[in-house]
């Protein structure tokens, strides 16, 4: 018990703590003047906080809609437009998320509320499909051994498919945050704000410790949210 706390807290912290020092270090060892006028605190700040609402609002969209979504496509009258909207979920995925975000500024225009609109909708499609795949995967004999016991359908929902299909719904979500803390880099050409304002500003006057501080911070936030996701999940699993 005492080792997976440690496991729980001591790698975040290891992560963060590793964030602060290329931060503190790029800071305070520029190479030249224009690197020190891009990289100070202010800054740095600046755009982790803006990544960090982008990825925090789009994804609290993205998992209501693409679990209730999921699970009312999962119901049996709904089944077959299920697995056609799954189709379309698993085409979808395959466009690039700089085509959404440009298809998204041609019609709404630049600005933050457009970029957490186009991520919200990128990172809907693991979920939804996720929730589906699990919730449609578990054993019919369940489902009607639960019947049996005169279970009603959003009994059965909430005490047993939600439980068993938990491990492929928190995959989806996994997914999404990665695929959102990657893609949210590109909502700097949109005027989203961001780590991409770091990597793009670092590649138009070619600074590679500017490129390097924003692509390493933006990495680094994919991987403690992805661990503590993973975490909390192989917590759940053992409580249910």
Do not use: C
């Amino acid at each position: 018990m005492l080792q997976s706390l440690y496991r729980l807290v001591l790698v975040p912290l290891f992560l963060i703590l590793v964030g602060v020092v290329i931060v503190i270090y790029t800071v305070n060892n520029p190479t030249d003047g224009l690197v020190a006028r891009m990289l100070t605190y202010d800054n740095v700040l600046t755009a982790l906080q803006q990544h960090l609402m982008l990825m925090l609002v789009s994804m609290i969209g993205a998992i209501t809609v693409g679990v209730l979504v999921g699970i009312m496509l999962s119901r049996p009258k709904l089944y077959y437009v299920g697995r056609g909207v799954e189709n379309v979920v698993n085409v979808g995925q395959t466009i690039p998320s700089l085509a959404i975000l440009a298809l998204f500024f041609t019609w709404l225009g630049l600005g933050f509320r457009v970029a957490v609109f186009a991520l919200f909708l990128y990172s809907i499609l693991p979920i939804l499909r996720n929730t589906f795949a699990g919730i449609t995967s578990v054993d019919h004999s369940i489902i009607e051994s639960a019947k049996g016991m005169g279970l009603n359908q959003f009994r059965i929902l909430t005490r047993i498919e939600l439980p068993l299909a938990f491990p492929i719904i928190i995959a989806g979500i996994r997914t999404a945050i990665v695929i959102n803390v990657g893609a949210a880099t590109l909502a700097t050409f949109i005027g989203g704000g961001g780590f991409g304002d770091l990597i793009v500003t670092g590649l138009s006057v070619r600074r590679d410790m500017v490129i390097v501080t924003g692509a390493g911070l933006a990495a680094l936030t994919a991987i403690l949210l992805d661990y503590v996701i993973g975490q909390i999940e192989l917590r759940v699993v053992k409580w249910t």
